[in-house]
C-alpha cells in the first residue's frame, strides 16, 4: 500500500498530474515484478470531511473557526481529519510524493500535515521517497529533507525511483 502525501489544505495543486502518472508507472512496474500495488489518496480519503465538500470547502471552513475563535470546533475538525490521516498512514507500506518545482518543493516542506505524516511512518520505520526534480533545494529545510532520508530516499525523477523499487523487489526474492 502506497500513501500519496502533499500539500492539501488551500494549496495551490501546483502538479495535479502527478499522483496519476506516478500510480499508472509503479503498477506497470508491479506487474512486471508481479506485485499489486494498492494507493491511498489523502485528498480522497482523509482530508473530504463532508461528503459533499471539497478541499477548498474545508480549509475556507477551518480558517472561518479560526477567525472567529471557535477552536473547539477547529479541534474536533481538525482531531477527524487527522484521525483518518494517521489511519491512512499506519496501513500503508511506504509513502512517495512528487514536486516539479522550487515553489512546490517549498509549500511540501511547509506543510504541518505533511510533516506529521512522513513523522509517523519514520516512527513505523516505513520508507518515504520524494521524486524532486527540481535541483533548487538550497535553502529547503534540511530536517524536513531529513524525514524523506531516514527510512527512504530523494530522487531526482520518477525513473530512478522505480528503478529502485524494482532493485528493492529484487534484493527480496534472493534473500
Given at each position: ?119 509517523r511512518a519514520n516512527d ?52
Amino acid at each position: 500500500m502506497v500513501y500519496l502525501p502533499h500539500t492539501i489544505g488551500g494549496a495551490k495543486n501546483f502538479n495535479p498530474e502527478w499522483k496519476g502518472k506516478l500510480m499508472h508507472r509503479i503498477r506497470t512496474l508491479g506487474k512486471r515484478i508481479s506485485v499489486t500495488f494498492r494507493f491511498i489518496d489523502p485528498v480522497k480519503v482523509t482530508y473530504l470531511v463532508k461528503k459533499s465538500g471539497t478541499v477548498k470547502d474545508n480549509s475556507a471552513y477551518a480558517a472561518a473557526l479560526v477567525a472567529e475563535g471557535r477552536f473547539g470546533d477547529l479541534k474536533r475538525f481538525m482531531q477527524h481529519i487527522w484521525g483518518r490521516n494517521a489511519a491512512s498512514v499506519d496501513r500503508a507500506d511506504m509513502n512517495i510524493t512528487w514536486v516539479k518545482t522550487r515553489r512546490e518543493l517549498v509549500a511540501l516542506s511547509r506543510s504541518v500535515g505533511t510533516i506529521r505524516e512522513l513523522s509517523r511512518a519514520n516512527d513505523q520505520h516505513k520508507p518515504s521517497f520524494l521524486v524532486c526534480e527540481t535541483s533548487h533545494v538550497k535553502g529547503i529545510n534540511k530536517h524536513f529533507l531529513h524525514l524523506f532520508l531516514m527510512h527512504g530516499a530523494i530522487f531526482r525523477n520518477l525513473d530512478e525511483l522505480i528503478t529502485y523499487l524494482a532493485g528493492i523487489n529484487n534484493k527480496t526474492k534472493t534473500s
